[in-house]
């Protein structure tokens, strides 16, 4: 059998050349790491919960009208995607403070925020993935004006979906973030919502008891990371003895 050509090898995922010129097939994997590769772990089952939270969510904004780069999940580990540029910021997106906010601003864990409130942390590990300002953003060419407007209006839009689905479900969506990539047909290039979003990526908050079912189960030894990705999948209606992918995949033109 053929050697599929690795493109990129991340913290969590591998990245393959896709069968057909513009596709990749996104590998999640097991490894777990925090605190910037400080902290790592192999979580048996976490990449394939991922996937599948991944797969339900990107569809699912699909279905709202929110472009994504997904097209669709190949297998429990895999999924195929649109190739996308990816812009060099994290923009995250904070319901409630947590983490790094509190931490900065001295606000309590949990202290619901007047409005969301998006930041933008410039995408470099080896700086730590810094907290940037629009006028770094748009003074060093990461995004232009308009590629700012479209991309608030998209963490936006995000938000509301995925507060409402958690919502559902009896999850707090406390913050979360999500990578965009630029794809062009012909002359034309819009933003798509790229990379993940799964349990990674967001704080999700048990609504009546507030225990932790994220990534901060790992990142603060909490208990056992792939029963709290579990516990989300559960409730979600998502669950890895699925085989078959939870929704009709759409392909995006
Ligand atoms: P904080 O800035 O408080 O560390 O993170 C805010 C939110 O963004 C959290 O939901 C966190 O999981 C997510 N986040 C921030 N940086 C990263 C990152 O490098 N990788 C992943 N997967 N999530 C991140």
Known sequence: ??????????????????????????????????????????????????????EYFMLGLGQVGVPTHFIK??????????SCEIVPLEVIVRNYAAGTMSKRLGIEEGTQLPRPIVEYCYKDDSL????????????????????????????????????GIMFGVGI??????????????????????????????????????????DKDVFRRDLGNLTDAYTEVARRLGVMPKNQTPVTKPTLIN
């Open 1 to 54: 059998m053929a050697r599929r050509k690795k493109i990129y090898e991340g913290k969590a995922k591998t990245l393959y050349e896709g069968p057909e010129p513009g596709t990749i097939v996104q590998y999640f994997k097991d490894d777990a790491t925090a605190f910037n590769a400080e902290k790592k772990d192999v979580i048996e089952g976490k990449g394939v919960l991922n996937n599948l939270l991944s």
């Open 172 to 213: 707090k969506l406390v913050d979360f973030k999500i990578e965009i990539g630029r794809v062009y047909d012909g002359d034309f290039q819009r933003l798509v919502v790229a990379d993940e979003i799964s349990p990674d990526s967001c704080r999700l908050w048990d609504m009546e008891t507030n225990q932790k079912l």
């Open 128 to 163: 730590g993935d810094p907290l940037v300002t629009e006028e770094h953003i748009a003074a060093f060419g990461w995004a232009s004006q308009q590629d700012m407007e479209d991309i608030l209006s998209l963490a936006l839009r995000v938000n509301d979906f995925l507060s």
């Open 73 to 82: 999940r190949l297998n429990m580990r895999e999924q195929l995607v649109r």
